[in-house]
């Protein structure tokens, strides 16, 4: 008890697909083919130990075949729980229709082949599928699925497929043929074949990629029934936006039935969803950005001698919890934007499923401080002593947790909107951090973020919000909104006044709105569609003009950060802003410009960080917050840090957007059980 380990979901192995493609094998064709080695784990458990009895494959018992490999330690699939065959085995069926088996994946291959969408069931949940060369399918799911720009992640045929079409490294290769088959972002071939269509990922440099992991996902690219398939297929979660995946019959037809023109599901009932994960590379090692299928729940382990058992509910947005025992950590498989209630109603579900796997009673659990988050209100009805911590506090602490550091650091928690402790939104901050708490010594310059939740979405306004506190002056800065083509002159009108005189609008030091400020200054992207659109196509301008750049750069002569009233290092982000702008309406080269921003930015993260760690004594910095997803600025602020002989801590494969809070918030409720008594 305490020391128990629950599998994550194990991806095919090369003998099973061996098996699976040889006539003359019992498991022909199988689409539920698995042995010792591999087949779902977390998704199919009820409880613990891992027994099939308590698995969701107890509805299918054994024929005498599969009984004796079973029973008989010689075979492949000697103790294998959900061993079967195509006798004994779950069955794959299309929703609404008659057939079944065969004639269910003849009749979704051919669907898919003739440009149509299917909905596929596979380990976690449903995926959304269509042809991803034939840019006619692509477009049409996209309007469906109400996902104009948003880059689909992609399943390829086979490596030498993926080799046609992305650059990958041989650590990329391991990654990707591994047993945990996460979704990898390869940097697209410039002379690749181009099968792929390019409103797959639309003006991104990047796709998103993966293998194929569940049995009957190999069935969709190579069958005996003579239908030419292409080499990739879009694999995009099955739900409507915000929603959990759907793991049910039920769910899809409600949700994916308008989406589609078959579903192809299967009687192996799913416990616990799994997403898949979604990994990104830095400095050649994974780094990675949705922690969920394969990874979850493997713990984040600790050195330090915490005893006792607490549960933490994340964040709002890419939402995960953790359940934490002694020094070892479970982040969940990512469950979602608890802005839909489904997800909140699929967050309590799985908190109950995984305290059941773990055989654990948490003491103490910890959320976010925001007042009005679902995963707030979840923490707090659970009738537990609550304890509510920071959002950037919590980044950091995840980076520390996960990097088993002890020490206290100066973490630079970079990051979209979190709630503060003085009521303001932050985002841009510099903590001196420990396991107990923290404090705030910096922070980019404060702005007023007008207009709620449009301005999230909308970069024009934060740029006019940002020009106004630089600039001062109302008619001049409706003149430079202007002269940027931000917007109308009416609609500047309407955001100056609104600025001027703080309507709707909240003091803001987030670095993602800053980011979407500068990405709309520059005139890459004015407004977003997705979450990220803005201030990862500024990156990627950024990151293409350094590819081409001639001379080093030279920085500029601003002055880094200044102390204010309060004794906080303020950013000079609100000059640099400025600087830039006007720049830009000199004509100067928009990449030039968005390389200089991240450059300059680094710059005064860099400065600050040493100036607090002067103060602190403190030599360790953290690096969190979901703008940290940026690898330039990872990169420039990281290597800045260790020239001035800093140790450096980054994430690896806990995310460091909202997804790895939940794994700070534990960490922190751990440490505060040691020094409490908790009745
Ligand atoms: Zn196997
Ligand atoms: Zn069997
Ligand atoms: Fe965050």
Known sequence: ???????????????????????????????????????????????????????????????????????????????????????????????????????????????????????????????????????????????????????????????????????????????????????????????????????????????????????????????????????????????????????????????????????????????????????????????????????APLPTMVQMLWKGQVLATGGELKNTFCIGVDGRFYPSPYVGDLEDLRTVEALKETIGRMETLLEVEPKVVACDLHPKYNATVVAEELGLPVLKIQHHFAHILSCMAENDCEDPVIGVSFDGTGYGTDGTIWGGEILRCDYNGFERLGSIKPFWQVGGDLSAKEGWRIAGSLLYEELQDKEKTVEWMKKLELCTEPEAKVLVTMTGRHLNAVRSTSAGRLFDGVSAILGIRKKSTFEGEASTALEFAAEAYEKTMQHPYEPLMLKPFTETAEDRLILNTGELVKNLAKKRLAGEDTGQLAYEFHQELARQIISATLTASHQTGIRKVALSGGVFQNRLLLRLVEEGLVKQGLITLHHHLIPPNDGGLSLGQAAYAMAYLQKHEIK
């Open 1 to 295: 008890k305490g020391e128990i380990f629950v599998s994550p979901d194990i991806a095919i192995c090369d003998e099973c697909k061996e098996e699976m493609f040889d006539p003359k094998n019992r498991r022909y064709l199988h689409p539920f083919i698995n042995c010792t080695c591999c087949g779902p784990r977390l998704t199919i458990l009820d409880a613990l130990p891992y027994d099939r009895e308590r698995t969701s494959m107890k509805e299918f018992p054994m024929c005498p075949d599969c009984a004796k490999e079973y029973y008989d330690p010689a075979t492949r699939r000697y103790d294998a729980q959900p061993v079967c065959c195509n006798e004994c085995g779950p069955e794959v069926y299309l929703i609404g229709r008659e057939e079944r088996g065969r004639d269910a994946i003849i009749y979704t291959r051919r669907t898919i082949a003739e440009g149509g969408i299917v909905a596929i069931k596979g380990i976690g949940g449903f995926h959304l599928c269509c042809d991803a060369t034939n840019e006619e399918a692509v477009k049409r799911l996209r309007e469906l699925k109400k996902r104009p720009a948003k880059p689909f992640a992609v399943m390829a045929k086979d490596l030498e497929s993926v080799k046609r079409e992305c650059l990958i490294s041989e650590e990329q290769e391991k990654i990707l043929t591994g047993h945990q088959k996460p979704i990898l972002l390869l940097d697209k071939k410039e002379d690749g074949e181009e099968t792929l269509c390019e409103s797959i990922a639309p003006g991104n440099p990047k796709v998103g990629v993966m293998l194929p992991y569940a049995p009957v996902q190999l069935l969709l690219f190579t069958y005996d029934d003579g239908i030419r398939m292409p080499s990739f297929l879009v694999m995009t979660s099955g739900n409507t936006s915000g929603a959990p995946i759907c793991r049910e019959d039920k769910e899809a037809i409600q949700e994916l039935s308008r989406l589609c023109d078959c579903m192809l599901s299967h009687n192996r009932k799913i416990r616990i969803r799994a997403d898949d994960s979604v990994m990104d590379f830095y400095k050649n090692e994974p780094y990675m950005i949705r922690r969920s299928r394969g990874y």
